[in-house]
């Protein structure tokens, strides 16, 4: 399955510097080489931290001729600015695991099995000692 972790993010924010480190996990490889079922081939994660003022709301969509979920997980910008980045690593850890699972679980799937994906994430995100 094809996972992408992608950020709408201020700089200060210091998200990429999270993602790369994600990146550097090899995350993309590692789901690669798994299936959970022809329902979905993809989930795109957007980590939005942009100032509350611009009034951004959180995005879902479902494509079903794609076969891709498409969802933004919203971050604190002021938190984000003032934690250090080891902080920001957990936080990021526990909201993809927090998040994902739920979206994906309020859509009627004929084949997609939530639990075993649900239980990768969270094997991977320990494995990197990020849970």
Known sequence: MRFNLLSDANWESKIAKVLGALSD??????????????S?????VVF???DTQLN???RIRH???EKKIYLD???DLDQFKRIEQGEKEKIVAHRLVSEIP????KYKFNDFDI??????LRLWLEKIKWL
């Open 73 to 75: 997980i919203m971050l």
């Open 25 to 38: 996990f090899g995350y993309r490889r590692f789901f690669e080489e798994r299936n959970y079922g022809s």
């Open 56 to 58: 951004f709301k959180q």
């Open 48 to 50: 939005m931290c942009r």
């Open 63 to 65: 494509s079903k001729k």
């Open 102 to 105: 739920s979206i994906i679980a």
């Open 115 to 120: 639990e075993e994906f649900e239980a990768d």
């Open 40 to 44: 979905i081939d993809g989930i795109t």
